[in-house]
């Protein structure tokens, strides 16, 4: 009996793994929960979309023309509102005519910290640099020399005047922070406790607490007569703020740093602030900064509210450029999304610059 | 007694060649720098306060405030002194602190968790929207919430409802309640008894289980006795199923129960901004626990959910109960900002006293006090729930 041969059926290829369509497979329809989520969601984009789309893109008026948004009202957005007020809502009151003047003086100050971030520029003449810019920047904005126009502090507004508080706000309390976070560290009783203190009381009352002290009680608590600008103040206020949560992130990075280092410091016969300058400190703040990226990130979004104690930032601008202008005070939503934007945009650079420093950093300790 | 070996006497060092006396002196100038600072400013605010006429002191607190306030949770007029307005304003902060806390939590424990779907559809959407709410001011969050209550929705008489139970307008956010009788009191003791008893229940349960090894729930049972203890309390009043519908008539909703539009627009603004921070506390906590113990759990047969409730959780909570802390307070102290939005909480009603007082250094100080407490109580009980959760090592 000869053999008949009937080959069996091949096997199925196996299931892709790779690629797209296997990608979709397992990341939108992995099993029911998950093609229901999906299904759900694309229903509601195809809801949402449409209209959203047709407000904010097809029926949207760009060109500055109030009566043409009034009469796109509620079907189109009005963008013409950015194109005819950004630069009151960007520069303030500032004068038009010296309008280069803020924008020299606030690229100048970006450079510096976007030059500040990179690790191969962490070097003592940076400091330096620093101590030179700070006022540098305030001749620029506020003139009086080099036959500059003075420019008072109430005509400074918006972006510059935003990035400057965040900038100076953390720059000056940065040092507070660094003496208060040892101190709070220290064996002297004294000193720790008035730096518990410190920080305790700021961290426990909000911001606007803070500004509002900045605005009412300053000029009460220096000499009779002597008050200084209401800028000054708010910074001061703000430096103080910032400073006890700055002080916090140091500490921080002290903590990590082992005992040993100290231990080994002394033995070398290093005293206690050439052992915090030359052992401790370098290795600590370098631990820090993305914790400290993270509070310059939210002091920026906190000098919004300096809006409160009548100074017109970002926020403040805006406010100023629509409320007095009845022709455009109804398209108000559209400029609050053009603030948006500019502050996510800061914002959301700061973080992934934040994340990408905290890997680097975390380099030497991945194995 | 043997106290091992005496060391020589400590002998004390007036020189500056000593730690401790070092020590002592930088301590001295500093005291006393702080010290002359404060007297110096005291000084000179009692001076500015002379040259200006301004009166000090807590007097004014017995006067009567002379403006009205939006919204208040207990009875208040012009006429009532400025202490009961200030209370309504620490009433104001708290409730919507308190609400906006509870909502936050949930809504940022479900995006966190979100962000570890298998689907990626919803993971996208959880970290497009904590980049999104992060980062932009919670200012700017609160006016545009405020914004879009005034400017874009309709009028009260033609709002849009769900079902015709809620509505939302220009006027805030309707919603029905039941009409209040004593049957709704005795489902609220029922709920406080149910409460303790359900504490009871867990406490008794547990130690069954350790002495017999026999398992109950200790979830669902609990949660049971005490929404039971709250039907029995309804049910003894008599059962009332009387609802008080909200209906819009001419100018006023009637019927129901109403949030003014800048209370919503506050816990909006709040929730949203906090939610996206507490998302990526719980997701780092979750992050946090080994994957070896993810897969420990399923080669003892737990399945996902009981994974996460009886392994993950337990472990993530350590790591997310001190950050979530920060995130309650954080929400509290931005609650200040309400008065952007003429919501009246503390700092707006305070505010209003210093324009018409003058008492700038009583008024703030008022404020800082107010946040001061609730911060450092807030501090208290969550350090307590902490040491509860830390691990206990033997």
């Given at each position: 009996m000869?053999?008949?041969?009937t080959p ?10 790779s ?10 329809f992995a099993?029911?929960a ?8 694309l229903?509601l984009?195809l ?6 789309a ?7 008026v760009?060109?500055?023309d ?5 009469a796109?009202r ?15 809502i960007?520069?303030g ?23 500040s ?9 940076l400091?330096v ?6 006022p540098?920047f305030?001749?620029?904005m ?9 420019v008072?502090t109430?005509?400074?507004g918006?972006?510059?005047l ?13 040092p507070?922070?660094v003496?208060?976070a ?15 203190v410190?920080?305790?009381l700021i ?9 509002f002290?900045?605005s009412f009680?300053f000029?009460?608590?220096?000499p009779?007569?002597?008050s ?10 703000i ?5 006890a949560?700055?002080?916090?992130i140091v500490?921080g990075?002290?903590q990590?740093i082992p ?6 410091a002394?033995t070398?016969?290093l005293g ?9 400190l ?10 400290i ?8 979004k906190?000098t919004?509210?300096v809006?409160?104690v009548s ?9 100023l450029?629509?409320n007095s ?7 108000k939503?559209?400029?609050y999304?053009f603030i ?6 800061f ?7 934040s994340?990408?420093?905290e890997r680097r950093?975390g380099a030497?300790?991945?194995r | 007694?043997n106290?091992?070996p005496s060391?020589?006497?400590?002998r004390?060092v007036?020189?500056?060649r000593?730690?401790a006396f ?7 100038v500093?005291v006393?720098?702080i010290?002359?600072?404060?007297w ?8 500015n306060?002379h ?6 002191g ?6 009567p405030?002379g403006f009205?306030?939006?919204e ?6 012009a006429?009532?002194p400025?202490?009961k307005?200030?209370l309504?304003?620490v ?5 919507v602190?308190i ?18 779907s ?16 992060r ?5 700017i ?7 879009f209550?005034?400017?874009w ?11 015709g ?6 006027a805030?956010?309707s ?11 005795l ?10 008893a359900?504490?009871?229940?867990r ?9 017999t ?7 669902l049972?609990?949660?049971g006795?005490v ?8 049910l003894a ?9 909200p209906?819009?008539q ?13 209370f919503?627009?506050?816990l909006l ?9 507490i998302?990526?506390?719980v997701?780092?906590?979750?992050a ?10 399923g080669?003892?047969g737990l ?6 409730r009886?392994?993950i959780?337990p ?25 952007a939005?003429?919501y009246p909480d503390?700092v707006s009603?305070?505010?209003t006293a210093l324009?018409?007082t003058?008492?700038a ?8 006090l ?5 911060s ?5 009980v969550?350090?307590w ?10």
């Amino acid at each position: 009996m000869a053999a008949v041969f009937t080959p069996i059926h091949p096997r199925p290829a196996p299931v892709r793994t790779s690629g797209p369509v296997a990608w979709v497979r397992a990341n939108l329809f992995a099993n029911k929960a998950s093609t229901v989520a999906t299904l759900a969601f694309l229903a509601l984009a195809l809801w949402l979309v449409p209209p959203l789309a047709s407000w904010a893109v097809v029926h949207a008026v760009l060109r500055p023309d109030a009566d043409a948004c009034q009469a796109a009202r509620g079907t189109g957005a009005c963008w013409g509102v950015i194109t005819e007020k950004w630069r009151f809502i960007v520069f303030g009151r500032y004068p038009f005519e010296s309008q280069w003047r803020p924008e020299v003086a606030t690229l100048l100050l970006l450079g510096l910290v976007v030059v500040s971030c990179i690790r191969a520029f962490w070097k003592p003449w940076l400091a330096v640099i620093w101590v030179a810019v700070i006022p540098a920047f305030f001749v620029l904005m506020g003139g009086g020399y080099l036959g500059l126009d003075k420019v008072p502090t109430d005509l400074w507004g918006g972006l510059p005047l935003t990035v400057m508080l965040a900038t100076f706000g953390i720059a000056f309390a940065f040092p507070l922070a660094v003496l208060v976070a040892l101190g709070r560290r220290s064996h002297l009783p004294a000193i720790r406790s008035l730096c518990i203190v410190y920080v305790e009381l700021i961290r426990g009352v909000p911001l606007i607490s803070v500004l509002f002290m900045a605005s009412f009680l300053f000029p009460l608590f220096l000499p009779v007569g002597k008050s200084p600008d209401v800028l000054v103040r708010v910074l001061v206020g703000i430096t103080l703020f910032a400073g006890a949560y700055l002080a916090e992130i140091v500490r921080g990075g002290l903590q990590a740093i082992p005992t040993g280092q100290v231990e080994a410091a002394r033995t070398l016969g290093l005293g206690y602030w050439q052992t915090q300058r030359k052992v401790v400190l370098p290795q600590a703040l370098a631990l820090v900064v993305p914790g400290i990226m993270n509070s310059f990130i939210a002091i920026f979004k906190d000098t919004s509210l300096v809006t409160i104690v009548s100074l017109y930032e970002l926020t403040g601008a805006l406010n100023l450029a629509l409320n007095s202008d009845a022709n455009w005070r109804p398209f108000k939503i559209e400029g609050y999304f053009f603030i948006v934007l500019v502050y996510f945009a800061f914002c959301f650079a700061m973080s992934r610059y934040s994340l990408w420093i905290e890997r680097r950093l975390g380099a030497s300790r991945q194995r | 007694m043997n106290r091992g070996p005496s060391l020589p006497p400590r002998r004390r060092v007036w020189s500056w060649r000593s730690e401790a006396f070092r020590g002592l002196v930088f301590q001295v100038v500093a005291v006393a720098l702080i010290g002359f600072g404060v007297w110096y400013l005291a000084q000179n605010t009692l001076a500015n306060m002379h040259a200006r006429g301004i009166q000090s002191g807590f007097d004014f607190m017995k006067q009567p405030a002379g403006f009205d306030i939006g919204e208040t949770l207990f009875h208040y007029d012009a006429l009532d002194p400025y202490w009961k307005a200030f209370l309504v304003g620490v009433a104001n902060t708290l409730r919507v602190a308190i609400v906006g806390v509870i909502v936050a939590t949930l809504l940022g424990a479900a995006i966190g968790i979100g962000r570890f779907s298998r689907n990626a559809i919803v993971r996208g959407l959880c970290y497009a929207y904590v980049e999104l709410f992060r980062n932009v001011p919670v200012l700017i969050q609160l006016l545009m919430w405020y914004l879009f209550f005034t400017d874009w929705l309709p009028p009260m008489l033609d709002a849009p409802s769900l079902a015709g139970l809620f509505y939302v307008s220009k006027a805030g956010f309707s919603f029905p309640v039941p009409v209040w009788t004593h049957a709704h009191a005795l489902a609220g003791i029922g709920l406080v008894i149910g409460i303790a008893a359900a504490f009871a229940y867990r406490r008794w349960a547990r130690r069954r289980f350790e002495a017999t090894g026999q398992v109950r729930s200790l979830i669902l049972a609990p949660i049971g006795i005490v929404i039971g203890f709250a039907v029995l309390g309804w049910l003894a009043g008599g059962a009332p199923t009387a609802w008080s519908i909200p209906k819009p008539q001419g100018f006023v909703m009637e019927g129901g129960a109403s949030a003014t539009p800048e209370f919503v627009a506050v816990l909006l603004g709040l929730v949203f901004y906090t939610a996206a921070f507490i998302s990526e506390v719980v997701r780092a906590g979750i992050a946090s626990v080994a994957h070896g113990q993810v897969e420990a759990a399923g080669s003892l047969g737990l399945s996902r959910t009981h994974a996460m409730r009886l392994v993950i959780l337990p472990q993530a909570l350590r790591v997310i109960i001190p950050p979530l802390t920060n995130q309650y307070l954080n929400l509290t102290k931005n609650s200040s900002l309400a008065v952007a939005i003429g919501y009246p909480d503390v700092v707006s009603i305070a505010n209003t006293a210093l324009n018409q007082t003058g008492r700038a250094v009583e008024c703030i100080a008022i404020i800082m006090l107010v946040y001061l407490t609730t911060s450092l109580s807030t501090s208290a009980v969550m350090n307590w729930y902490n040491r509860r959760a830390a691990i206990k090592e033997r």
